[in-house]
């Protein structure tokens, strides 16, 4: 995945925009305004519907630079290169898109493993801890609980 999804986390951009800008822009994306989200080549680009009625919608542009965070919205705030709310909304669409992918991921991990022996399952579980010393510790952890 490209360098964006690695930046762009929820916290990061809170701490960006301010609680205020990043409150408004959580109530945009939760009321379903993100028209759609496309992260490909360090850009994440992404399509919100305005408040007012019978304007375009407004296009999103987020991307990294040496220097943090960049990005651009048509709209009137967006285009005075302040953080809108627009930008904050497209974010969360982008991760809450990227979570139901890992969590389908699971899913379809889990079905694989469950056509795996134990004795499989086990040697190549610790396969994994003699390579990974926090692979080792999730294991016993694990032993533990059950
Ligand atoms: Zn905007």
Not at 107 to 131: C, T
């Amino acid at each position: 995945m490209s360098g964006i999804a690695n930046i762009l986390h929820r916290d990061t951009i809170a701490a960006l925009v301010g609680g205020k800008a990043f409150e408004r822009g959580q109530q945009c994306f939760r009321a379903g305004r993100v028209l759609g989200v496309e992260a490909a080549g360090g850009e994440l680009c992404g399509l919100v519907t305005p408040q007012e009625a019978g304007r375009a919608p407004y296009e999103v542009r987020i991307w990294v630079r040496e220097d943090g965070v960049a990005f651009e919205c048509t709209c009137p705030i967006g285009s005075s290169r302040q953080f809108c709310k627009h930008t904050v909304a497209v974010t969360l669409a982008h991760l809450e898109k990227e979570r139901q992918r890992a969590e389908a991921e699971l899913v379809q991990l889990r079905d694989q493993l469950m056509s795996v022996s134990i004795k499989g399952l086990i040697e190549g579980l610790l396969d994994q801890a003699r390579r990974d010393p926090a692979v080792h510790q999730a294991l016993r952890e694990v032993c533990t609980l059950a």
